[in-house]
């Protein structure tokens, strides 16, 4: 069943306004169009224009995509098998985020005693910030070398070769890499 535009459009408005606080009259004001108009797309029998849409976008603060796309849930579970899992040079790598945000990377990293993983430089201008949450782990990047432990953050250029690596042969170490990208290139 394909989704239809204009009921996307009446539930993303209804959810969107109701999000706000927002009466029809006050949505309407601040779209500039009549209420008639307003409560016509929210009952989704509207068929607006490419102006009325775009006023209405500015007004609830979102693109027009989203006020046609499917209607968003408040909430969603993502259990653990669903959340992809990747395996490299001795690690688990799963996000902490499993749905794309731009220009961010949030990853929980669970390397095995003794693992070292090979980073990827990024992007120029891209940063890295390292939380050490189990064990220990140590970072090589810019030929400098950091021994973290439970608790502490190393913010690095993610634009240079880099690497981590669990000192122990005995346990396994756990850390939380967050990647802001830098933007364009």
Known sequence: ???????????????????????????????????????SLESGGANPTLVVLTRV?????VAIEELIGPPRTACRLYRAAEVPERRRQGARLRPLVPEAIAGLEVSRMELSPG?????????????????????QVELSAGGERWKL?????????????????NPSTRSSAVAISVVCFARGA
């Open 1 to 39: 069943m394909q989704d239809d535009p204009r009921s996307n459009l009446g539930a993303n408005l209804r959810r969107l306004r109701a999000m706000r606080g927002l009466s029809q009259e006050q949505a309407a004001r601040l779209a500039g169009v009549p209420r008639a108009t307003w409560a």
């Open 57 to 61: 976008a500015a007004a609830v603060k």
């Open 149 to 165: 432990t439970p608790g502490d953050v190393l913010v690095f250029r993610g634009d240079q070769k880099h690497g981590y690596r």
């Open 115 to 135: 693992a070292m993983v090979t980073g990827v430089p990024h992007t120029p201008g891209t940063r890295e910030y390292l939380t050490c949450e189990s064990g």
